[in-house]
């Protein structure tokens, strides 16, 4: 099983400052399957990125994913307060998927 | 637009087993993996599994000991996850989320049902 490990547990920013949230991979994942969501409190989550970079449909261009192998980052630039919550990502590998733990963004 | 319609909430003794509908309304269905994804309170997500409705093929979560069945009615546009030999630790709200791409499994789970409580309890 591929384990993802994301960093930091917890982010703390002020209004317009960027966020950038990183994802660690056990062993070396597809760019086609890391994918990324926001859920806030008390919802669903929400796809933002899929294929490492790709956006879902109707993400603003304020969120951003890169990266390959092991490492993977998601961006979110000029952060609001509607920001505010965890955010996990997700891989794909022998036909298992896998969530990170999670980054829970505060806004401050 | 597709939406995902999940059954409603439900309590459960444990060593029993639960089931739980997910009916696709709005869009293509049949073409996409319909995958589980489970949540304990307060914690993170947990993938259980997915079925591609056209061609009923199944990925199974190997962390769940084969507790997991997946199966779909096409014609009514639902799929449903059963859960067996539930434990308290099976508490959990629980998703279903299709995929963003049409024969492509887990590159991104794009739309999620409302979600479904179930209690596993004595």
């Known amino acids: 099983e591929v384990v993802l490990t994301q960093s930091p547990g917890t982010l703390s920013l002020s209004p317009g400052e960027t966020a950038t949230l990183s994802c660690r991979a056990s062993q070396s994942v597809g760019s086609d399957y890391l994918a990324w969501y926001q859920q806030k409190p008390g919802q669903a989550p929400r796809l933002l990125i899929y294929a490492t970079s790709k956006r879902a449909t109707g993400i603003p261009d304020r969120f951003s994913g890169s990266g390959s192998g092991t490492d993977f980052t998601l961006t979110i630039s000029r952060v609001e307060s509607g920001d505010l919550a965890v955010f996990y990502c997700?891989?794909?590998?022998?036909?298992?998927?896998?969530f990170g733990q999670g980054t829970k963004l505060e806004i401050k | 637009q597709v939406q995902l319609v999940q059954s409603g909430a439900g309590m459960k003794e444990p060593g029993s087993s639960v089931k739980v509908s997910c009916k696709s309304s709005?869009?293509?269905?049949?073409?996409?993996?319909i995958n589980w994804v489970r949540q304990a309170p307060g914690q993170g997500l947990e993938w259980m599994g997915g079925?591609?409705?056209?061609?009923?093929?199944?990925k199974d979560a190997q962390n769940f000991g084969g507790r997991v069945s997946i199966s779909t009615d096409e014609s009514t546009g639902t799929v449903y996850m059963e859960l067996h030999s539930l434990r308290p630790e099976d508490t959990a709200v629980y998703y279903c989320?299709?995929?963003?791409?049409?024969?492509?499994?887990?590159?991104?789970?794009?739309?999620w049902g409302q979600g479904t409580l179930v209690t596993v309890s004595s």
């Open positions: 709005g869009g293509a269905f049949n073409n996409y993996f």
């Open positions: 997700q891989q794909c590998s022998s036909a298992q998927v896998t």
């Open positions: 079925i591609l409705p056209v061609h009923g093929i199944i």
């Open positions: 989320a299709r995929d963003v791409r049409q024969f492509t499994f887990a590159s991104g789970f794009v739309q």
